[in-house]
T-cell receptor, first 114, second 114 residues
Framework: GESVGLHLPTLSVQEGDNSIINCAYS??????FIWYKQESGKGPQFIID?????DKRQGQRVTVLLNKTVKHLSLQIAATQPGDSAVYFC?????????????FGSGTRLQVQP | DTGVSQNPRHKITKRGQNVTFRCDPI?????LYWYRQTLGQGPEFLTY????????KSRLLSDRFSAERPKGSFSTLEIQRTEQGDSAMYLC????????????FGSGTRLTVV
């Protein structure tokens, strides 16, 4: 089955710095990944997604990188702001079995220091 | 329609009691998902509906759990004979047919079994 995990439980950065949150997955058949942001007391909020036929995708202040060789993806946040403080989850799925369910990692808490 | 609505936001119940949660998805979304999230962990998939049909259930969904979406709109999740291990945040998400994974989560129902 799918297993998705994160390297660090907490990441602390200074306001204005760039943040990098990492994620590893175990299922080589995984072909779709999403990054979510979750603030306290709220549900996960979609940030950006990437399919396995891509290595990189950019959004507004965010970039996701996918390395299928080592089964690793990362979320880069440029010019981190206090409002970016939250828990970040990566989630993945494989369409080879036609599943419609994402497997989430345990999350990384991003703390932005002023 | 401002998003996915879940009720109640919080529920405290005694062990052995039955509880029911409701989810109102975004009106034009035909896909609806239930997830469970425990403290410090990512959401875990429970079940998935496409319109009124329940297409997939996780092994986490024991026989004490039942979910319905009778008219393809709102959904209910019932837990019978609650146990302390059922204490968690129950999240609902919905998506349209053309945004399979970029789906919108509600704020969840936090269940505490005492």
């Amino acid at each position: 089955g799918e297993s998705v995990g994160l390297h660090l439980p907490t990441l602390s950065v200074q306001e204005g710095d760039n943040s990098i949150i990492n994620c590893a997955y175990s299922n080589s058949a995984s072909d779709y990944f999403i990054w979510y942001k979750q603030e306290s007391g709220k549900g996960p909020q979609f940030i950006i997604d990437i399919r396995s036929n891509m290595d990189k995708r950019q959004g507004q202040r965010v970039t996701v990188l996918l390395n299928k060789t080592v089964k690793h993806l990362s979320l880069q946040i440029a010019a981190t702001q206090p409002g970016d403080s939250a828990v970040y989850f990566c989630a993945g799925d494989s369409m080879d079995t036609g599943r419609r369910a994402l497997t989430f990692g345990s999350g990384t808490r991003l703390q932005v220091q002023p | 329609d401002t998003g996915v609505s879940q009720n109640p936001r919080h529920k405290i119940t005694k062990r052995g009691q039955n509880v029911t949660f409701r989810c109102d998805p975004i009106s034009e979304h035909n896909r609806l998902y239930w997830y469970r999230q425990t403290l410090g962990q990512g959401p875990e998939f429970l079940t998935y509906f496409q319109n009124e049909a329940q297409l997939e259930k996780s092994r986490l969904l024991s026989d004490r759990f039942s979910a319905e979406r009778p008219k393809g709109s709102f959904s209910t999740l019932e837990i019978q004979r609650t146990e302390q291990g059922d204490s968690a945040m129950y999240l609902c998400a919905s998506s349209s047919w053309d945004s399979l994974y970029g789906y919108t989560f509600g704020s969840g129902t936090r269940l505490t079994v005492v």
